[in-house]
């Protein structure tokens, strides 16, 4: 049985927080607030994909297991909601018209696709999540500035590496076909990727800071040379999820792993 927890966090985000979450780096402080606004639309799209699943599964341990990994998204994107509220009282009004197109795309998703293509999309997601979150973690969040951001993320993390078996094994159980997984996982990351860079970029042009402080176009030239150097470890985790022998079976809990879900489950209002 897979040890899932569902823990019900309160973090404590400040009203108004500065975007540039990461000190000295907007770019990616811009990319990481991008993800955490896609994921109240992201989310709910993979708990409606899961529950149109659940009907074609017998097995009783992964039933088990779907049941944890909708809860356990349920209340990452409320967290996140949170914590977006805060980021956006520093004033990005052109956020709501990237964020109804994603709205609608992933509704249009839901209603118009086939199961086993939604089930593709979210192994695509959660393939690449798992293998960000094992490199995060090795990395380390340090560089976050506030507490809260950085509690969000290391918990979201954990969870996420709690459950990263739980699409594979369900898209594996209904479908279980490589080459479709392959090209439609790959096109969600493109998906994903694409919108998250867009709406990073549209705040780092509105930021009136990247100019001046930040040191304009030569001073993002030279944050992304370092970027691309402390992302190299990440491009071999990210290879093997495209490989057929993948499977999120062989990524271990690591004891350092296990102390932070301990942390966590500590730390929850409650858990279930
Ligand atoms: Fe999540
Ligand atoms: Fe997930």
Sequence with gaps: MQDITVRQMDFDFPERMDPVIIPGDPEQSYGTIGLSLLLPYLEPYLIRTMKQAKKQIRDPELLSNLEKFSAQEGQHYRQHIR?????????????????????????????????????AYAEGFEALTTAVAHFSMETGLEKLSHPAIRDLLTWHMVEELEHRTVAFDVYQHVHGRYLYRLVWGTWAQWHMARWIGRAAEYMLQTDPRSDTEFGGAAGR????????????????????????????????????????????????????
């Design 221 to 272: 030239k030279a944050r992304q040379i370092e970027r691309r150097k402390a992302g190299k470890g990440l491009l071999p985790r990210i290879l093997k999820i495209y490989t057929p022998w993948y499977t999120p079976h062989d990524i271990p809990m690591t004891e350092e792993l296990k102390r932070l879900s301990a942390r966590y489950t500590e730390m929850a209002v409650r858990t279930f």
């Design 83 to 119: 914590f977006n509220d805060a980021v956006r009282s520093f004033g990005f009004p052109g956020l709501e018209a990237l964020e109804a197109e994603l709205d609608a795309d992933y509704r249009r998703f839901s209603q118009t696709k086939p199961l086993e293509w939604n089930l």
